[in-house]
Nanobody, 126 residues
């Protein structure tokens, strides 16, 4: 059984930064490509960032490009999401997800991820 546990969310002022972490247990972490998604109240869960099994390849949603950095530490079974210059519209529950596939052009599709964490709340005040 694969488990994902996110942490690092909280309340931050606009312009501030947060680093979210997601620890993966149960299987070989390096065999998964990883993604971050978020869901704001009343909205669908949306793609934020993706990192391949080989950490040098990353993808970002336009809404966070230039403000977000996804990274992974395979020795710690952990994927990170560094968010800078936060805006009130970044307020959402942030989820990490693991995919056993190598995703290239379709990394933004939720159904291609096998496992999900429980989410961590990020609230950005204006």
């Amino acid at each position: 059984q694969v488990q994902l546990v996110e942490s690092g969310g909280g309340l931050v002022q606009a312009g501030g930064s947060l680093r979210l972490s997601c620890v993966v247990s149960g299987r070989t972490f390096s065999s998964y490509s990883m993604g971050w998604f978020r869901q704001a109240p009343g909205k669908e869960r949306e793609f934020i960032a993706h990192i391949r099994k080989i950490a040098s390849i990353t993808y970002y949603a336009d809404s966070v490009k230039g403000r977000a950095t996804i990274s992974r530490d395979n020795a710690k079974n952990t994927v990170y999401l560094q968010m800078n210059s936060l805006k009130p519209e970044d307020t959402a529950v942030y989820y990490c997800a693991a995919s056993s596939r190598t995703l290239s052009t379709n990394y933004m599709f939720r159904n291609l991820y096998n496992y999900w964490g429980q989410g961590t709340q990020v609230t950005v005040s204006s």
